[in-house]
């Protein structure tokens, strides 16, 4: 720790030390141990100025405020900036290796890092307290009373090493945030001047900005709400940071939790683009004047089309709880998923439509979209209960309804399919190394199969058959067929979705080259046929970036947000195929179809190169 390349963030000193040291030493990797606000502030700064951030945090999560289907949506931001994040890692120590720190794990291999950073929490500083008699609480913090006094008449102590009460819950708490600090310090002035003023305790409303993402909480999580034994419930909505037809509109995820008996807030977590400051402001302050959820949807909050919807997010959360009270509606939640009927005691409804459904669906639910509903009525059981998912809860909610005033007894996912991806995805997790040296060996092999070197010639083709079935086998793994394989397995946070976009765009990335490189060898000798499929080949090339074009165009993803094709459809939540125009149409049919003859050409010259003797007679093929 003693190390001039190891720091610790506490004062403004601290941080004219570590940019100055980023500055001068320019160093290109960097280590940070802890993920709370400090750890996550820093990452930003030192990834904006070019270092590669990795990230080690003991718990699963970052940002122990949010509960962990919130902080994942935060763990995506982070990672598709380029921060990687060793999560459940515990830090045992560090070791000065040269020009570079060892940060020493305890069930991994050590990290090399230029610089390390320590941000694992904040310990109140209360060694004068204790060494005067002052009465300590939970953690070694000061003991205080409303007054912001000591154990001790006449001494006062206030902000990071005082114990306060909880707002929400009333139990003791070490709440370490620059509001309350500041609340209590003019609480103890005044109070030594004389006066009575009290604090009433604190509620730890934060924000917190992460690149071009905010995270925001107020009051309790449901961990917090399990451990305090109070029974709640919670709703779960994505909704827009102003009128969705004005142009600029951001989607945040809102979840706000509320106590089952007295229907008093809890809680509140907002993760998000704009707006969401101000939501989580407007939340905050109706658990400070004690309102119950339901009250929510009385609040009368300023609305013009820039700034909001007529129906403000916080109405909406309200609007959400008072359907669930009321009977008109009931739901289940992400982590309940598992636990639903399978041996077709129920109906499972997924009312997506087709293509977002194509794209990534809960198992053994059953796609029938919003919009055709009605029609295939007929079809399902009035008997059985129905468990409807969409993408972020209001078109499962709608479906609810319509089924409820049909006689069907139906609940809907909280949060939708959007929540449940991002915290869990029923895919299996595969690294990419093996993957890339089977391509990397496929592409070698074939290069010398080219060249006429007969002996690598058949390993070539055994090594691009071996491709082919990895490909298949990637391909089963992201459609209905991981079910009959009964493939499921759960990943944390979503991340094996990007995975397995980023492994589907390299397959069919290296899929192009070992064509490209088997095409020679299957034109020769005709110099006709050769020119005949190098001519396909460009076309086929010059379709696919147009599709890329019209997909980042049409999706509005940016020229900084430049997945590779697949990982592009995979990762971004919008209805792909309902956005595309009939060229995007044309040209991917045409791209499909050139891929099978692609296949079948190199498929019969393989098993030629392979079987000669046997089946030479197709060889015109």
Known sequence: VSSERVFTLRTVEDTLRIRRFVEDQKPKTAVLAGGGFIG????????????????????????????????????????????????GETVTGFRQDGDSVLTLLEESEPLRSDMVLLAIGVTPDTHLAKEAGLELGIRGSITVNERMETSVPDIYAVGDAVEVSHFVTGQKALISLAGPANKQGRIAADNI????????????????????????????????????????????????????????????????????????????????????DKRIDVLATAIRAKMTALELTELDLSYAPPYSSAKDPVNMAGFMIEDLESGKVRQFHWNEVEDLPYDGSATLLDVRTEGEYRRGHLNGFRNIPLDDLREHLDELDRGKPVYVNCQTGLRSYLACRLLTQYGFSCAHLSGGYAIFSMFMTNIVYLKSSPILIVLLLAAVCTVCACFGLQGLARAGSIVFVLFILSTVFLCLVASDSAEILNIHMIQEDGISRIIRGTLESTSKNAELFVLLLLLPQIAKPQKKRACTYWFLTLVFLFTEVTQFIILSVLGDFGMKQMFPYYALTSVIDISIFQRLDSLHVTLWIFTALFRCTLYTICAAKCANMLFSKKISRFSPL
Do not use: W
């Open 40 to 87: 996550l502030e820093m990452a930003e700064n030192l990834a904006e100025m070019g270092v590669s951030v990795t990230i080690v945090q003991r718990p699963k999560q970052l940002l122990s405020p949010l509960d962990a289907d919130m902080a994942s949506f935060v763990h995506a931001e982070m990672r598709r900036h380029g921060v990687a994040l060793r999560l």
């Open 193 to 276: 001047c004389g006066g009575n003023r009290r604090f009433t305790g604190s509620q730890g409303s934060s924000v917190l900005k992460l690149f071009g993402l905010t995270a925001a909480s107020t009051g309790i999580n449901e961990k917090a709400a399990q451990a305090a034994g109070i029974a709640y419930d919670k709703v779960v909505l994505f909704p827009a940071s102003h009128a969705a037809y004005y142009p600029g509109a951001q989607s945040m995820a809102m979840k706000v939790l509320y106590e089952k008996e007295s229907l008093r807030l809890l809680g509140a977590q907002i993760v998000g683009g704009e707006g969401v």
